[in-house]
Structure formats: C-alpha cells, structure tokens
C-alpha cells in the first residue's frame, strides 16, 4: 500500500500560481501510474493530469498549457505547478497511484485507483 499525502494548496487570486505536491511513501510498481484529480462541491471527481513510470503524460483540455505534472523520483514527490489559474480550477485536489496497466485517458479516470491522499483544498478568487 502506497501512502499518499498533499499539500500545497490555498487560496490564490485568478491569474496566480500555485505548486501542489504530493508526498509518495516510495515509488513501486504501484506508482506506476500517478495522477492529480479534483473535486469541486456538488460536482465528480475528474481527472487533471498523468504521468506514467516514464514521466510521460497526459492533461485534461481544461488545464492543458497551463498546469504541469511531474515525478522527482529524488525526493519521493508528485508535483503539479498550476499556472494562470481561473475561478473553476476551485476544487479540492487529490494525488492517486496506481500498479496497473493502462491507457492515458483510462488513466484521468478515479475509478482506475485504489491509492489516494486526502486532498489539499484550491480556492481561486476573482
């Protein structure tokens, strides 16, 4: 079992910058694929962002050219740098790994992962 914990996250006005990470107990084969998802109140969990064991990855339309996922394998972190953020990015932000097999689009899918952080809250203002 892969212990997950974020942090990072607060309250940024549009336009802002914000880092989140993800602290990854050890990367295994059951980090073989790691992913940022979000939930906004009232709305599903969708996925943000992946990257595979090769660092390659994968955005959602909604973030692409302005949030960046990453692995520094180094530091047993998951990243995502969030760029020009806009009130609908609001939402709570959870890392998730998985052991599996996948495709990239399978892989912006929650029910594609049993590990998960708790969250760390993002609240863009404008």
């Known amino acids: 079992q892969v212990r997950l914990v974020e942090s990072g996250g607060g309250s940024v006005q549009a336009g802002g910058s914000l880092r989140l990470s993800c602290e990854v107990s050890?990367?295994?084969?059951?980090?073989?694929?790691m992913a940022w998802f979000r939930q906004a109140p009232g709305k599903e969990r969708e996925g943000v962002a992946d990257?595979?064991?090769?660092?390659?990855?994968l955005y959602a339309d909604s973030v692409k050219g302005r949030f960046t996922i990453s692995r520094d394998t180094a530091k047993n972190l998951l990243n995502l740098q969030m760029n020009s953020l806009k009130p609908e990015d609001t939402a709570m932000y959870y890392c998730?790994?998985?052991?599996?097999?996948?495709?990239?689009?399978?892989?912006?899918?929650?029910?594609?992962?049993?590990?998960w952080g708790q969250g760390t809250q993002v609240t863009v203002f404008s």
């Open positions: 050890e990367y295994t084969s059951a980090t073989r694929w």
């Open positions: 990257i595979n064991i090769l660092g390659q990855t």
């Open positions: 998730a790994a998985s052991g599996n097999f996948m495709t990239f689009e399978e892989a912006l899918t929650a029910v594609k992962y049993k590990n």
